[in-house]
């Protein structure tokens, strides 16, 4: 056994913040519910705050009214001086640094927790930034313990650039729940019980942390982005396909995140044509992608343009657009970090 890494100052000042995209109903109704029943947040050693964070595209049920909440938590943004013309959410994010931050300085809360629905079949997800400290990695871990149920996965990302902008990064630490499918506007009685569970699971483990319980070293997979595909297209742009099912609906491997993994058993993606197939805008739909080279099918579903995904270790050739340094990277390896715990990344995209 060994102590979890970093500073074991207590987190006492802990926000949960619901409704940053104002069509993800699970965080809206429970910061709404929560602002009336705060007692689910409370425990021993702290008492968590809810936020509505965006009220104006709650009310209306968009993403946003003039421009994305969770990418204006920058310096500049923050910084600047107010006017009456100010888009509506460069408003509300300095109105939330005051309650919450301010951002980058010792005032600022300990930790927030920012609460997402997602269209894709990703379950359960963590979302947290690289430079983090290892508290989120014990976080995740002690969830995939709590909930062995429901899957939850942890995806840390580089955000462009040198500085943050989500609304966790006001804080000192702090991480985002992303849970899914869940169409934008509709509430979904399973994933609002599912999302209410784990807040739960979270706020117990930041009790824990606070009470000074040590926690073992671990492994578990962490996912990052690599790259994209992109939907089959004519000359001029437009679409000429679809998601099929099979990978909208997770039927790859129990999620969108799990279907793209490898390297035992490669995931195939495939895009349903809508429209007869052109030369000049790409393979015809009887002819599967690999890797970026082209090859035929050995079955080909008809009507189908096979897009396959391989790991690197069965990749022959480099793919267009993906470093050779990426490649790598996405191998399967055991990273220790010095803190107890064991990193294993498996990614393959």
């Known amino acids: 056994m060994c102590s979890l890494p970093g500073s074991r100052k207590p987190l006492l000042r802990v926000a949960v913040t619901g409704g940053t995209h104002g069509n993800e109903m699970c965080g809206v109704y429970l910061a709404r519910y929560w602002l009336q029943n705060p007692g689910e947040l409370q425990r021993p050693s702290f008492s968590a705050m809810p936020v509505l964070a965006n009220p104006a595209a709650t009310a209306a049920c968009r993403r946003y009214i003039d421009r994305d909440l969770n990418r204006t938590f920058t310096l500049t943004f923050l910084g600047s001086t107010a006017t009456p013309d100010d888009p509506y959410e460069v408003k509300r994010a300095q109105e939330l640094n005051q309650l919450l931050g301010p951002k980058g300085t010792c005032q600022a809360f300990d930790f927030i927790l920012d609460l997402h629905n997602t269209t894709a079949n990703t379950g359960a997800c963590l979302i947290s930034e690289v430079s983090q400290n290892p508290f989120n990695l014990h976080l995740c871990h002690y969830l995939q313990l709590q909930n062995p149920g429901l899957p939850c996965r942890l995806f840390q990302f580089e955000p462009p650039g040198t500085e943050s902008y989500s609304m966790d990064s006001v804080s000192k630490n702090g991480i985002s729940l992303e849970l899914g499918p869940q169409p934008q506007g509709v509430l979904r009685a399973e994933l609002f019980s599912q999302m209410r569970a784990m807040v739960a699971s979270i706020l117990d483990f930041i009790e824990l942390f606070n009470q000074g319980m040590e926690f073992p070293a671990f492994e578990m997979e962490v996912y990052k982005n690599l790259g994209s595909v992109d939907f089959p297209r004519t000359t001029d742009g437009h679409l000429t396909g679809t998601v099929h099912s099979r990978l909208q ?6 999620g969108a995140l799990q279907g793209w993994r490898g390297p035992a058993q490669p995931a195939s993606v495939y895009f349903l044509e809508t429209a007869e197939p052109n030369p000049a805008s790409g393979p015809a739909p009887d002819t599967a992608i690999r ?59």
């Open 291 to 349: 890797g970026g080279l082209e090859t035929p099918p050995e079955h080909p579903p008809v009507g189908f343009t096979n897009i396959q995904t391989k790991s690197p270790a069965q990749e022959e050739k480099p793919q267009p657009g993906i470093r050779r340094e990426d490649r790598r990277r996405s191998r399967r390896e055991v990273l220790r970090t010095g803190h107890g715990c064991m990193l294993k990344s498996e990614v393959c995209c």
């Open 249 to 254: 609906m997770g039927k790859l491997g129990g």
